[in-house]
């Protein structure tokens, strides 16, 4: 009678299955001892290829973020590229936002060094310079890791349940706008003010007015 043949252990099977052990139980529950389990190998054969968890979370986040696939297909101004990549890791952490808590101490691979580097030269084409491409980069992320936690944590539907109103009367007086934010609503808060002032910034720079479609 013939008999199934199990997968050959590989990296990719290894992060394949990781991602979605990730997706089940968050990156905290992601243990070598979970993962062997449903490989249906022991933990040492995991050490095979990877020495250490951070080794193993640092090829996790290079997959997750590969899968995101937040870069444009098309030629874009700058200006719509920069949204276009914002929602793409927005809509990415949403996913599994469990990736927000470990994201500073991971270190930056291929696929992240992918992003940056599309993002600077797209910046610096427009003509912004070198050091004003770090700097908006940077607050692209803060923008993006800001609206995604705040998604998380800020949840009016669950604020409400067991509130005492007479201990937050603001809360409550606020509570109505709350329900009318929608989880992109976090996001353009902050970001598009952002690109507004850099957009003025570069027409004064260059004398050339872009525009902003949202």
Same mark, same amino acid.
């Given at each position: 009678?013939?008999?199934?043949?199990?997968?050959?252990?590989?990296?990719?099977? =290894? =992060?394949?299955?990781?991602?979605?052990?990730? !997706?089940?139980?968050? #990156?905290? !529950?992601?243990?070598?001892?979970?993962?062997? *389990?449903?490989?249906? #190998?022991?933990?040492?054969?995991?050490?095979r290829h990877f020495?250490?968890?951070q080794a193993l979370l640092t090829a996790l986040l290079d997959a997750f973020i590969t899968?995101?696939?937040?870069?444009?297909?098309t030629q874009l101004p700058w200006d719509e590229w920069l949204v276009y990549v914002s929602e793409g890791m927005y809509q990415a952490?949403? *996913?599994?936002?469990?990736?927000l808590s470990v994201l500073g101490s991971i270190p930056m691979r291929q696929a992240s060094?992918? #992003?940056?580097?599309?993002? &600077?030269? =797209?910046?610096?084409?427009? !003509?912004f310079t070198h050091e004003q491409t770090v700097k908006i980069f940077v607050?692209?992320?803060q923008c993006v890791f800001g609206a995604a936690l705040t998604h998380s944590q800020l949840r009016a539907n669950e &604020?409400?349940? !067991?509130?005492?109103?007479?201990?937050?009367?603001?809360?409550?007086?606020?509570?109505p706008a709350m329900l009318l934010l929608n989880q992109?609503?976090?996001?353009?808060?902050?970001? =598009?003010?952002?690109?507004?002032?850099?957009?003025?910034? &570069?027409?004064e720079q260059t004398g050339n007015v872009t525009r902003l479609v949202r």
């Amino acid at each position: 009678m013939p008999t199934s043949l199990k997968p050959v252990l590989s990296q990719n099977l =290894i =992060i394949e299955t990781g991602l979605e052990l990730v !997706g089940e139980t968050g #990156v905290d !529950g992601l243990s070598f001892r979970k993962l062997a *389990e449903r490989l249906g #190998v022991t933990p040492m054969a995991l050490y095979r290829h990877f020495d250490d968890k951070q080794a193993l979370l640092t090829a996790l986040l290079d997959a997750f973020i590969t899968q995101a696939d937040v870069l444009p297909k098309t030629q874009l101004p700058w200006d719509e590229w920069l949204v276009y990549v914002s929602e793409g890791m927005y809509q990415a952490l949403l *996913e599994e936002p469990s990736w927000l808590s470990v994201l500073g101490s991971i270190p930056m691979r291929q696929a992240s060094f992918n #992003v940056l580097d599309a993002c &600077l030269q =797209i910046l610096v084409d427009a !003509g912004f310079t070198h050091e004003q491409t770090v700097k908006i980069f940077v607050g692209m992320l803060q923008c993006v890791f800001g609206a995604a936690l705040t998604h998380s944590q800020l949840r009016a539907n669950e &604020l409400m349940d !067991g509130l005492d109103f007479h201990l937050f009367p603001a809360m409550q007086e606020a509570l109505p706008a709350m329900l009318l934010l929608n989880q992109d609503s976090h996001l353009y808060f902050a970001l =598009i003010p952002m690109l507004e002032g850099l957009r003025r910034q &570069l027409a004064e720079q260059t004398g050339n007015v872009t525009r902003l479609v949202r």
